[in-house]
C-alpha cells in the first residue's frame, strides 16, 4: 500500500515538474550559455619577443600594446632607406633649379662684354662708312668692319641662350627620371616603415586578455599568434528556438538573458539561423525535449559583457 501510495506521489511530482516545464516553455524562455570568439594577434614580421606588455587575464582597452618584437633589423634598414631618400630629393632639387647663382653671374659678366664689344663693332663700322664716302678709307676696310659686327653679334646671341638655359632646370626627361626615382625611394621607406611598425602589436578591440603564447626571448614566426584576445563585443549568448517558435523573433529583438549569480541583463538578437538542426545534446533536457531548433544569438552592450564568462549556462527569455 506505502509502494503505491509513492508511486502516486512520484507521477504527482513528474506530472507538476512537467506542467511547469510547459508553462516555461510557454512563456517564450530557452536554455543556452555564453559563447566568445577568439581574437589572435600575431604580427606579419619574424622577430624575437623583446616585451610582452600583458598577462593572461587582464583587461585592455582598444589601441594597448600586447607585444614587441626586437625591432633592430628593421630600423637599421629604414634608416639606410632614408638617406636614399634625401639623396633622390637632393637630385631632383639640382637638376629644377638650373646652375648655382656663381655660375649665372660668370655668365650675366660674359654677355656683358660682348655686348660692350659688339657695341664699339658698331660704331666703328658706321665710322668707316662715312670716311668711305671720302675715300678715307678703301672698302675692304668697312668689309672687314662689318664682319666683325656680324661676328661680335652672333657671340652676344650665344651669350644670352647660354644664360636662359641656365637659369632653366636640366632637360624635362632627366627631371621625370629623378622624380621616379624619389617616388621609388619613398615607396621602399614607406614599405620599410610599415614592416618596422609590425614589431609592435596593439589591441584590436576592448577585451580580456585569454593567454599568451610566446616567453620574452623566444622568436615568432611571421604570422604566429602571440595574445589571444577576447573582445567583448565578440562576447554573445546562444540559444535554440523551437521551430514551431521561430517565428516569435527578431532581428534587433530585446531579449532578458539571466545567469547564476547575476542580476538579469538585456541583449539584442543579432543572428537568427536559416537552417533547422536537432537539439544540441548540451542544452537538451526534459524540460527543452525538442526535436528541431533553430541556432538565435543576442550580442550584449559591451558594458554588461565585461562581467560575463565565456561558457556560463544562460536562460534567455523573450520576455523583459
Known sequence: MKSLQRGWLVALFL???AGCNDQKHKDGVYQGYLEGRFLSVASPQEGQLQ???VRRGDWVEAGAPLFI???????DELRQQVQRVT???AKVDDLRKGLRDTELAA???QLKADQAVLAQANLDWQRNQKL???KYVSENDVDRLRGLVDQHTAEVARDTNQLDTGKLGSREDQIKQAVADLATAEAERDQLQWELDQKTQLAPQAGFVQDTLFRVGERAEPGQAVVMLLPVAELRARFYVPETEINRVKLGQEVTVRLDGLAPVKAHVSFVS???EFTPPVIYSESQNYKYVFLVEADFDPAVAKGLHVGQPAEVSLQP
Open 15 to 17: 506530472a507538476l515538474l
Open 132 to 134: 668711305l664716302a671720302d
Open 87 to 89: 639623396s633622390a630629393q
Open 51 to 53: 616585451e610582452l606588455k
Open 69 to 75: 618584437l626586437d625591432p633592430k633589423p628593421e630600423v
Open 107 to 109: 655668365l650675366e659678366n
Open 274 to 276: 536559416t537552417e533547422v
